[in-house]
């Protein structure tokens, strides 16, 4: 078995977007309430771990002073700062009571996390809070204040370590690109729906990085409808060639899970099945390992996949039916799918056809001795 630990507080959803924000504070209640209906942390070798807060010194790791100043003060209600001006207020990032303890908490969670990979306390740690990919380093972005993906990267990046990043979120990491775009220490790669069809529009194939980091940025996108195997072949065309040939330290990976059939943002179509296939691929590769958590907007399909995700990383099988506690709470019966997407034909070719023209392109782009020919 695995040392495996999740990063939990009550306090991580105590404040939050907003029953209305589809970043419902519940996501993160409900996982951790499933997994605990589990008894997931009964053994000595799987710990829930609390976190504290970031300090403005991890935080400026990768956001400005006036930005962490400007979260801090719009976050205790000072009417002398403008939210517009770092793309707060009404809409994707509202401004809340309470976010910036809640953001640099979540923070303060990823970098936990971090250290105690880094340190060799555990073999993984399960940051499911984070994975806030979108914030820019002087601004709000996509639900996203603080980029804990961001901070905790460069904290192992400081450490000497050589990262490897990929975020299978359904939509493109853009913040982490951005944190690394000049950098060979640290690769990013992103699997995602394409930026024609979804938020933040950017994540093309083209996007390889610069300078010292040009070849450091991978950017894999995919059309809507995108099935498990289909995903999986350029999962494994992709990912696992790049890893080898980067050889990295640590892997950190954001885990959102709005590339499932029934998300309500996104239109990609996986299944917890396929999730669990790139989990286990993650959990095969055998490095020390960041696991952080990210989008996913149906609070059932949250719970359900990132408890699943938890019991791949410290090797425990949840059995399929859920236990009586939770599945009277909120109605849940099966931890896996037990129906998958209505498979149309002309999506699933064309988003075949797409997906190999963008690993050619890739491997052309790239060279072929990055992908081990
Ligand atoms: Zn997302």
């Not at 992709?238 to 954001?254: E, K, W």
């Not at 056809?353 to 790239?366: D, I, N, P």
């Amino acid at each position: 078995m695995q040392r495996a630990a999740l990063i939990s507080t009550k306090e991580l959803w105590a404040h939050g977007h907003g029953t209305s924000h589809p970043m419902r504070p519940e996501r993160l209640r409900m996982t951790c309430e499933l997994l605990q209906a589990y008894r997931a942390f009964e053994d000595s070798r799987s710990q829930m771990l609390t976190p504290s807060p970031a300090s403005d010194d991890a935080l400026t790791l990768w956001h400005t002073s006036e930005y962490i100043d400007a979260v801090r003060r719009l976050s205790a209600g000072d009417a002398q700062v403008s939210p517009a001006k770092y793309n707060l207020g009404p809409g994707d990032n509202p401004v809340f009571p309470g976010m910036y303890e809640s953001e640099a908490l979540k923070v303060g969670a990823s970098l936990l996390a971090a250290r105690l990979v880094a340190g060799q306390e555990v073999d993984v740690a399960f940051s499911f809070a984070g994975g806030l990919h979108h914030a820019m380093s002087g601004h709000a972005s996509g639900f996203c204040v603080f980029n804990d993906a961001a901070i905790a990267i460069r904290w192992l990046a400081k450490q000497g370590k050589r990262v490897l990043y990929v975020d299978v979120d359904a939509h493109h990491g853009d913040g982490v690109q951005a944190a690394f775009y000049d950098s060979d220490q640290v690769m990013t790669i992103s699997l995602h729906e394409c930026g024609h069809y979804l938020f933040p529009g950017t994540g093309f194939v083209e996007e390889l990085g610069r300078v010292a980091g040009r070849g450091y940025s991978v950017n894999v996108p995919l059309l809507p409808y995108t099935p498990d195997d289909v995903y999986l072949w350029a999962f494994e065309q992709t990912v696992l060639p790049l890893a080898a040939s980067f050889a990295p330290d640590v892997l950190v990976t954001q885990l959102g899970i709005d590339t499932h059939f029934e998300d309500p943002l996104a239109h990609l179509a996986l299944t917890t099945a396929g999730f669990g296939s790139v989990v286990r691929a993650f959990r095969d590769m055998g490095l020390p390992w960041v696991a952080l958590g990210g989008g996913g907007y149906n609070v059932h399909t949250v719970a359900r996949a990132w408890t699943l995700a938890y019991g791949i990383m410290s090797d425990q099988t949840f059995a399929d039916e859920i236990p009586e506690t939770y599945r009277e709470a909120y109605g849940d019966h099966r931890l896996r799918d037990s129906v998958g997407p209505e498979p149309r034909a002309r999506d699933t070719a064309q988003a075949r056809e797409y997906a190999e023209r963008q690993v050619k392109s890739l491997q052309q782009l790239l060279g072929p001795d990055r992908f081990g020919a």
